[in-house]
């Protein structure tokens, strides 16, 4: 069984930064996706960004590539999303998530453990 624990959410100003962390402890996983999803209120949730834990290749979504960066430390079992030139419209819930299956890092559906979720809002 896989936990994980976000942290590093917060309120910015349009065109600041923030830093999410996701730490994971129990169950082993040496493949698979760890990934970052949000959900603003009356939206579905949506993918952010993933990375892969074997090779450490990184996967993003349109609307935060060239703003977001994704990456590891094997070693600690965390994921870090830098989050750069954060605009409103990326306020929501952060989930982290984790998929040990080896292809579709972007369906929710398909991720098996999920941390509690860390509030970003960026005001205007």
């Known amino acids: 069984q896989v936990q994980l624990v976000e942290s590093g959410g917060g309120l910015v100003q349009a065109g600041g930064s923030l830093r999410l962390s996701c730490a994971a402890s129990?169950?082993?996983?040496?493949?698979?996706?760890m990934g970052w999803f949000r959900q603003a209120p009356g939206k579905d949730r949506e993918f952010v960004a993933t990375i892969r834990w074997n090779t450490g290749s990184t996967y993003y979504t349109d609307s935060v590539k060239g703003r977001f960066t994704i990456s590891r430390d094997n070693a600690k079992r965390t994921v870090y999303l830098q989050m750069n030139s954060l605009k409103p419209e990326d306020t929501a819930l952060y989930y982290c998530?984790?998929?040990?299956?080896?292809?579709?890092?972007?369906?929710?559906?398909?991720?098996?453990?999920w941390g509690q979720g860390t509030q970003v809002t960026v005001s205007s």
């Open positions: 998530a984790v998929r040990t299956g080896n292809y579709a890092y972007s369906d929710a559906a398909l991720y098996g453990y």
């Open positions: 129990g169950g082993p996983f040496s493949s698979g996706f």
